[in-house]
């Protein structure tokens, strides 16, 4: 199952976003119905949701049980937290440079590092569901998962959630149906396999039923759904990340920028709008040229960066979120030394 190609998907999907904008007062100023805005808009509730699916099912890998709780959410805040933390230092930094509204000056350093803040609110809501769904999960032992995700289904439709973004704990509500369904779909991984063909063709079929329902409100409206918590959202976020996943080929290149995803995900922004700056101060205006170099800049910059920075052992773990790497125990073959009977 190619989960960490869905993981590169997700972070194209979200650097192609940023290059576009939020909405036609930023990046680009695209509005509808420009075909970027509608790619942006459109895949809206496939790019988070995608993010969580990935963490769900990664998560099932190594669940934590009562006994290692607490190292395994010291472990997520060694390689999410502190690393989002500088990330989000970095770029409030930045935001002075220019005057904007991510600026430290203008947010301070608790709202950036512990409210709903630029795009590192998905660290802050992942991190929520770690903490609360990793220990009901070790309680109950990693059993009755399904029925755990049919109730998070269930608040979504009902919009039960919690309207803050301290911690971002809004956008968690948000999130754990599609974490929930990663997991589900890990510990079922057999019976997926074994029934691929059909349950591909469900997820195809929720994906162009959900697909269908949003372009017949643009051809309506004007504009693509903005609401992330009804049937349409679910349909199309669930549906996709289970036919990706069952049905998505090896790609090459995918899996070359896979270890750097994080590292994209953190540092694209600041490669993305100092390139479209820089192109618009020597008169670029062309919107497919603006896109397309700040697609390349947000991909290209940050691998640089995590090379970089993979290279200075001290700052491997706090800033690129992986390890330190253990030097290999001294065997017979590599002193000379033979071991004792």
């Given amino acids: 199952m190619p989960i960490e190609s869905l993981r590169v998907v997700a972070v194209l999907l979200l650097v192609a976003y940023h290059v576009i904008g939020a909405g036609p ?42 006994a290692d709780y607490g190292g395994f959410l010291t472990g997520k805040v060694r390689r999410l937290i502190i690393p989002g933390w500088i990330a989000a230092l970095l770029f409030s930094l930045a935001g002075m440079a220019v005057d904007n509204v991510y600026s430290l000056t203008t947010q301070g350093p608790i709202r950036v590092m512990f409210y709903h803040y630029a795009h590192y609110w998905f660290l802050q809501s992942i991190m929520v569901i770690f903490v609360v769904f990793g220990l009901v999960d070790a309680l109950l032992r990693h059993r009755h998962t399904a029925l755990l995700f049919l109730g998070a289904v269930a608040m979504t439709l009902e919009g039960i959630s919690l309207r803050t973004s301290f911690l971002s704990i809004g956008g968690a509500f948000y999130l754990l149906p599609y974490f929930l369904f990663g997991t589900l779909c890990h510990r079922h991984a057999d019976q997926l396999l074994q029934y691929r063909v059909w349950l591909a063709a469900l997820a195809l079929a929720a994906v162009l039923a959900a697909g269908w329902w949003n372009i017949d409100l643009y051809l309506e409206t004007g504009r693509l759904s903005g609401y992330r918590g009804d049937l349409q959202s679910l349909g199309f976020g669930l549906g996709i990340a289970l036919a990706m996943l069952l049905m998505m080929p090896r790609v090459a290149w995918l899996d070359a920028l896979r270890p750097f995803s994080f590292t994209i995900y953190l540092y694209h922004v600041l490669a993305t709008s100092a390139t479209r700056r820089a192109l618009q101060a020597l008169d670029v205006t062309d919107v497919w040229v603006l896109f397309a170099c700040g697609l390349t800049t947000g991909l290209l910059v940050p691998v640089l960066l995590h090379l970089a920075i993979d290279r200075i052992p001290p700052l491997r773990q706090p800033v690129l979120g992986i390890r330190r790497r253990r030097r290999p125990k001294p065997t017979a073959a590599r002193t000379g030394i033979e071991p004792q009977a």
């Fill in 25 to 66: 007062e930023a990046g680009l100023n695209v509005e509808y119905p420009h075909p970027l805005r509608l790619f942006a808009e459109f895949l809206v509730d496939a790019r988070m949701p995608l993010f969580a699916f990935v963490a769900g099912f990664v998560y099932a890998f190594r669940p934590p049980t009562l």
